[in-house]
């Protein structure tokens, strides 16, 4: 079946779609029990934050290639240029779904416009979505009805700033579920880990010329994870960046192949994936503190 394609870049666009009113042009909480038209098999590109918890509906959601069945209790989040299928295992009224939704243009010039960015979780697919125990299901509820008074509220010079802050206050505390998800699924976190540092090293085992650098992304789809998540769970399990984990293995690769041979430096950097030696040469002195020839040097004079 051939689905409607919704561009969603403004709240209006949102509410006309479910038959739900207006009250703010940049923001809105949502209850779609309160919708009075059905919406189904539709294709959603986002031009908007929004983030949904789910209560009851059966529900599937596509991003990408991959198909995610929303459950009960969980928080999946949209950024805008995220484009999402939606389908329906049944057509609902008023399907169980809260959350909130709002316009870039609503925090631009706040604290909350300068801190979005680390709010990895709006990158993140829909098979990583957060599941809430019910004190946290409570709290989003809470966050959610505070917003919705203050939009309901007459709008004065307050207004703008209230809402970014609360948006934020609700921001965070997901923030800090999903730090409490990492740690719980800890066990399968680090399986995935100690993959990412196989797959590392396998990378630079071939004795194939390879074509660029890995990328934090190449890792990332080979656990069918998004960079951003697997991004975060590697930094909450080892400390460490992905990418800080990529770059020290290179440069060790790098130490062994400047210690047992004589070959020029440029063709160790093409063989490690570098089109440029300098960037190489950049890399290597960074972590080390000494470019390649250097510590070659300091290595024959020992």
């Avoid at 959603?44 to 929303?70: M, P, Q, T, W």
């Avoid at 709008?155 to 730090?179: G, K, M, P, W």
């Avoid at 020290?248 to 210690?259: C, G, S, T, Y």
Wanted: charged fraction near 25%; charge should be negative; proline fraction near 3%.
């Amino acid at each position: 079946m051939e689905k409607n394609i919704v561009n969603l870049d403004s709240i209006d666009a949102y509410n006309k779609l479910y038959g739900l009113t207006t009250l703010h042009p940049l923001v809105t909480v949502i209850d779609l029990k309160e919708a009075k038209q059905v919406v189904n098999n539709i294709r959603i590109k986002y031009g908007v934050y929004a983030l949904f918890l789910k209560n009851g509906v059966e529900c599937s959601l596509r991003y990408g290639r991959k198909h995610y069945d929303y459950q009960e209790g969980t928080v999946v989040s949209f950024s805008p240029g995220q484009v999402i299928d939606v389908e329906m295992k049944r057509e609902v009224l008023a399907p169980d779904v809260v959350g909130l939704m709002f316009h870039p243009d609503l925090i631009y010039g706040t604290p909350l416009g300068d801190k979005i960015g680390e709010f990895g979780f709006f990158d993140y697919s829909q098979m990583e979505a957060l599941h809430l125990s019910q004190d946290e299901r409570n709290i989003f509820l809470d966050c959610l009805d505070k917003i919705r008074k203050e939009l309901e509220h007459p709008v004065d010079h307050h207004s703008a700033a209230l809402l970014s802050a609360n948006i934020q206050l609700l921001l965070e505390y997901l923030h800090r579920f999903y730090d409490r998800q990492f740690i719980v699924r800890h066990k399968v976190n680090s399986d995935i880990v100690k993959r990412f540092e196989r797959e590392l090293k396998a990378y630079f085992e071939s004795e194939e010329r390879r074509d660029a650098v890995p990328s934090v992304a190449y890792f990332a789809d080979l656990v069918s994870l998004t960079p951003g998540y697997f991004g975060d769970l590697v930094k909450k399990e080892t400390g460490n960046t992905a990418q800080e984990m990529i770059s020290r293995h290179i440069v060790a690769v790098a130490k062994q192949r400047l210690a047992a041979s004589a070959e020029d430096i440029s063709v160790i950097a093409y063989d490690l994936g570098f089109q440029y030696p300098q960037h190489f040469t950049r890399l290597f002195k960074r972590l080390t503190g000494e470019s390649p020839r250097q510590y070659r040097e300091h290595l024959s004079l020992n």
